[in-house]
């Protein structure tokens, strides 16, 4: 069974930059796991930031990128914003079915 | 405005069933995939299951393989969920997703959701 893992929490001063990760443990997370990643703020659906590893939404602040990195997937936030503390979860395809990460907790301070 | 609407949450005593439906409105249905997903309140997404436009190819997650069956109908513009032999840990929000057909994402948009509790 795959399990996907996240940092469960990053703390990050207004302006600094900070890489989310996300992690297979079937091996390095490559192009074909297809990684998204979603941004979910309290009392709301989660929103998708970035698909297919590097796609963003149209309304995704070119500050969020999407990448692979050291085996795992990542999500680098460049000009961390107040709005931007959130949960984000990463969800990789492991060949027959979707699975998500823990989700990793942003807290701009 | 594309938008997708569950219903069907409700309170339902272990071992029981229930059918979730999510609405779909604003685009062309059969150009998606149809996901749903979960989330216990304060807790993470899990993945629960994914149809095809044409309902011919179905996943599911190893947690609810064997309980739940995903359908879609196309004329509604509806997928549905029905869930079998609830248990205690299916408690959770379930939110419907789309994925257009032939790619990898975006996973866009989400439903508002619908609580499920389990419990006696």
């Known amino acids: 069974q795959t399990v996907v893992t996240q940092e469960p929490s990053l703390t990050v001063p207004p302006g600094g930059t900070v890489t989310l990760t996300c992690a297979s443990n079937?091996?390095?997370?490559?192009?074909?796991?297809?990684p998204n990643w979603f941004q979910q703020k309290p009392g709301e659906a989660p929103r998708a930031l970035i698909y297919n590893t590097n796609n963003k939404q149209s309304w995704t602040p070119a500050r969020f990128s999407g990448s692979l990195l050291g085996g795992k997937a990542a999500l680098t936030v460049s000009g961390v914003q107040p709005e931007d503390e959130a949960e984000y979860y990463c969800l990789l395809f492991d060949g027959a079915a979707w699975v998500f990460g823990g989700g990793a907790k942003l807290t701009v301070l | 405005e594309v938008q997708l609407v569950e219903s069907g949450g409700g309170l339902i005593q272990p071992g029981g069933s229930l059918r979730l439906s999510c609405a779909a409105s604003g685009f062309t249905f059969t150009d998606f995939w149809m996901h749903w997903v979960r989330q216990v309140p304060g807790k993470g997404l899990v993945w629960v299951s994914r149809?095809?436009?044409?309902?011919?190819?179905?996943t599911y997650a190893d947690s609810v393989k064997g309980r739940f069956t995903i359908s879609r109908d196309n004329a509604k513009n509806t997928v549905y969920l029905q869930m079998n032999s609830l248990r205690a840990e299916d408690t959770a929000v379930y939110y419907c997703a789309r994925v257009p057909n032939g790619g990898w994402g975006p996973f866009d948009p989400w439903g508002q959701g619908t609580l499920v509790t389990v419990s006696s």
């Open positions: 079937t091996g390095a997370v490559t192009s074909d796991y297809h």
């Open positions: 149809i095809n436009p044409d309902g011919t190819r179905i």
